[in-house]
């Protein structure tokens, strides 16, 4: 008897699991829309040119491959918090861990809640990205949810999401926001709505738990804080999760960063020593290259610059897919109005396609839409949008 021959077949992930298939299909004209990354004209990621600046003069000046600290490097935690937080918040009111990317810092923070905030909940929205409920489960916390999306699936449903969080969680449970760009439906508070969230969240009592992988992919960097800001203008203390993957363009590097806000110097360095606690038993420390280049090009202005003007030409060019699709939708002659979709913010919308719709055109066209009928407005292609504007308005007829 063999101890692991009774070890099922783990479902395997429904986004990368259509990637593969992506890849395997033989079809010349092909689109995926299904895995969240930037794709520019050519179809490719590109790496930014801030980024390979960057990596030349690292090449040259790098004198060592020994481990960071628990907490990362101090130059890229001080660039990643002026990001998030601008001057509002003192340096000594945060406690920053340099994390393998977003979902690491999902991670640590799930961990830091469960361990140190115990026993409580967290209440994520609905829908969410699918990976949310599988970090929170994997740290132990119990998982709950809240109204998000209206029933047309192309607005927010904000007077159920107030109720929610007024009625269902008490007072220390935690509640996950998307900062921006909400994934998967790209849908988003205005400035008025985070106001009355953050004061909901507040006179509740509850942990905000800020989710912000997208920042500088919606209207800019300092537009796409608002969530955060506001929130922390009403409330000492949260914790914001923070990726360079899509603004960077650094996905394969992991580097993100977990930061626990708090009303004290001395809450924040406690707060702090339990942030590395559980990094240390779970990675040790993180990965430097990412990190580094991130510090490289933050404490360059001329650098900087170019990563600004980087990531506008990224946002603008999703933008603009937005429209382009819209109007080709329209141009087909096809019944659906899918100009919710310029009002959304990021990378992804939810099509209203069906799951059956979603397979045909899978089957029958080569796209590569989730199941949900999101797609990832950042794979679409100006050179192949009339066909895939036809190939939408074939299933839809
Ligand atoms: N949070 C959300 C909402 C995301 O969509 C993603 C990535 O797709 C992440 C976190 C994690 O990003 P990373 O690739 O940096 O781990």
């Not at 021959?5 to 299909?25: C, H, N, Q, R, Y």
């Not at 794709?39 to 020994?66: F, H, I, M, N, Y």
């Not at 382009?324 to 899918?338: H, R, S």
Request: hydrophobic content about 40%; some cysteine; aromatic content about 8%.
């Amino acid at each position: 008897m063999h101890r692991f021959d009774s070890i099922s077949v783990a479902p395997p992930d429904a986004i990368l699991g259509l990637t593969e298939a992506f890849k395997a299909d033989e079809r010349e004209t092909k689109m995926n829309l299904s895995v969240g990354v930037y794709q520019d004209a050519s179809g490719t990621t590109p790496v930014l040119r801030c980024v390979k600046e960057a990596e030349k003069r690292l090449l040259d000046t790098e004198s060592t491959k020994g481990y960071l600290s628990i907490d990362g490097l101090p130059d890229y935690r001080e660039a990643a918090c002026q990001l998030i937080f601008a001057d509002q918040i003192a340096a000594e009111r945060v406690a920053a861990v340099q994390t393998p990317g977003g979902t690491g810092a999902l991670r640590v923070a799930a961990e830091f809640l469960a361990t140190q905030c115990g026993p409580l909940r967290i209440f994520l929205p609905t829908p969410t990205w699918a990976n949310h409920n599988a970090i929170m489960a994997a740290a132990g916390l119990p998982v709950e949810t809240y109204s998000y999306l209206a029933s047309d699936k192309k607005t927010l449903d904000f007077d159920a999401l107030i109720e929610d969080l007024k009625t269902k969680p008490k007072a220390g449970d935690a509640v996950l926001l998307h900062a921006c760009c909400h994934n998967p439906t790209g849908v988003d508070p205005t400035p008025e709505q985070w106001e009355q969230i953050a004061s909901v969240v507040s006179e509740k009592k509850l942990i905000p738990l800020l989710d912000f992988a997208y920042q500088g992919f919606g209207e800019g960097l300092d537009e796409d804080a608002i969530g955060v800001r506001t929130i922390l203008r009403q409330m000492d203390e949260a914790i914001v999760c923070s990726s360079f993957s899509k603004n960077f363009g650094l996905y394969s590097e992991r580097v993100g960063t977990a930061c626990l806000v708090s009303g004290s110097a001395e809450t924040t360095k406690a707060a702090l020593s339990q942030l590395k606690r559980v990094v240390r038993a779970n990675y040790s420390n993180p990965p430097r290259h990412g990190g580094a280049i991130v510090a490289t090009v933050l404490a360059d202005e001329g650098l900087t610059q170019m990563w600004h003007e980087e990531l506008a030409e990224m946002r603008t060019r999703i933008a603009s897919l937005r429209k382009q699709f819209v109007d080709g939708m329209a141009a087909t002659g096809v019944d659906q109005d899918f100009s919710f979709l310029l009002d959304q913010k990021g990378m992804f919308s939810f099509s209203g396609l069906s799951p059956m719709q979603v397979d045909q055109l899978r089957s029958e066209h080569g796209v590569y839409l989730v199941g949900s009928g999101r797609i990832n407005v950042a794979g679409m292609n100006e050179s192949k949008m009339e066909w895939l504007c036809n190939a939408v308005a074939a299933v839809l007829r």
